[in-house]
Nanobody
Framework: VQLVESGGGLVQPGGSLRLSCAASGFTFRWYTMSWYRQAPEKEREWVANINSVGGNTNYADSVKGRFTISRDNAKNTVYLQMNSLKPEDTAVYFC?????????WGQGTQVTVSS
């Protein structure tokens, strides 16, 4: 099982990034996919999730209206489009796959929002 995040980097406040998480080794289309983030010296926090068929999405209040989660089951990939980025969005972003008692994490990708 592998979840590999990509797309992180350094961006100025107000900018955009698109994160990707490529999955392999399990039946991706069955799994609810989520994005979490962890800032330095803070607890990991949930950011957004999307159900298995992509028809239902949920967002943390801190990112609602700025971030969009989506998935492509044909490509076994989940995305996080991040717009209007703020310095407080700086964190390592992780994707998570969950199906009943099965749960997998990626290794994370760093997002830094700074001028």
């Amino acid at each position: 099982v592998q979840l590999v995040e990509s797309g992180g980097g350094l961006v100025q406040p107000g900018g955009s990034l698109r994160l990707s998480c490529a999955a392999s080794g399990f039946t991706f289309r069955w799994y609810t996919m989520s994005w979490y983030r962890q800032a330095p010296e803070k607890e990991r926090e949930w950011v957004a999730n999307i159900n298995s068929v992509g028809g239902n999405t949920n967002y943390a209040d801190s990112v609602k209206g700025r971030f969009t989660i989506s998935r492509d089951n044909a490509k076994n990939t989940v995305y996080l489009q991040m717009n209007s980025l703020k310095p407080e969005d700086t964190a390592v972003y992780f994707c998570r796959a969950e199906y009943f008692t099965n749960a997998y994490w990626g290794q994370g990708t760093q997002v830094t929002v700074s001028s």
